[in-house]
């Protein structure tokens, strides 16, 4: 349906008044003009929260993001953002080859789990070629293995209230006057049941390496890279992401980037 697709873009450029144009500054600015409640923030925030109630309308719940064949893995995935984490704790758990790594699901379960990387290279895998896009404006297309979110959180039992899924990291991403800031993000529970939404352990079919956020790294193809966190480590099912950080649901959404950043 190449035809739909391009209206789509179109109609989503006119329905996010110009902001996307804003936002291809990059992964790595630094922009202050995007701190929370400077003026141009809290327009790219009407704009964003209008876009994604469009794409959510145009693509439907279930779309699929392309898939894409052997072939077409051209290059080695491009790292990006924190790439190599100085942080003592993950130093720690690398220099084990992360034996002692654990995936703790907590929050609005019934069932908290603390889970192992055999654990979730055990349970049922999804292997997908997908096409990464960063809003710096480049694109990488890789092979990603991975746990189905939605089996974990089965596992887990979401309570009726939990209505987002939080992503703790182990990277520090800045050095605060109030401290580390570790990257962190949100989806919803839509978008975690997605059946391309996977934790993924595996890249073009080797380990996920470190500077693509060994030893577990989030895959939601529909939205852009810096929706994807690495090095999770804690997964922390919430009614609301208000309390976390900036309160806007992630580290670049704490900058302006768009909560829903969809593709
Ligand atoms: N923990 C963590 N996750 C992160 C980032 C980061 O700096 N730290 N950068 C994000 C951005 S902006 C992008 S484009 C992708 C990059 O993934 P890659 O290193 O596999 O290319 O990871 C995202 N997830
Ligand atoms: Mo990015």
Redesign the pocket.
């Known amino acids: 349906m190449p035809k739909l697709s391009i209206n789509r873009r179109k109609f989503l450029t006119a329905a996010g008044l110009g902001a996307s144009g804003i936002m291809l500054s990059g992964?790595d600015v630094f922009d202050s003009q995007l701190r929370v409640g400077a003026p141009l923030r809290n327009f790219l925030e009407g704009a964003n929260d209008l876009t994604w109630r469009v794409q959510r309308l145009l693509a439907g719940r279930d779309a699929l993001a392309q898939e894409f064949t052997e072939a077409d893995i051209r290059q080695p995935?491009?790292?990006?953002?924190?790439?190599a984490p100085d942080d003592g704790f993950y130093k720690g758990l690398m220099a084990n080859d992360f034996n002692d790594w654990r995936l703790e699901v907590t929050g609005l379960v019934e069932k908290p789990l603390s889970l192992t990387r055999d654990q979730l290279v055990t349970m049922p895998s999804r292997t997908q070629i997908t096409r990464?896009d960063?809003v710096e404006g480049w694109s990488?297309i890789a092979k990603w293995t991975g746990t189905p979110l939605s089996l974990i959180l089965d596992e887990a039992v979401v309570k009726p209230e939990a209505r987002y899924v939080m992503f703790h990291?182990l990277?520090t991403?800045d050095r605060g006057l109030a401290g580390d800031i570790k990257?962190y993000g949100s989806i919803d529970l839509i978008d975690a049941r997605h059946p391309q939404t996977i934790l993924a352990y595996g890249l073009n079919g080797k380990p996920l390496p470190v500077?693509?956020?060994a030893p577990l790294?989030v895959r939601v193809e529909r939205q852009l890279?810096?929706k994807?966190?690495?090095?999770v480590h804690k997964i922390e099912l919430v009614s609301s992401f208000s309390t976390f950080g900036g309160g806007r649901g992630g580290y670049?959404e704490d900058y302006g980037y768009d909560w829903y950043g969809g593709i």
Do not use: L, S
Request: charged share 20%.
């Open positions: 992964c995935m491009r790292p990006n953002g924190i790439t990464h960063c990488c990291c990277d991403i990257y500077e693509n956020g790294r890279g810096y994807m966190p690495k090095y670049w």
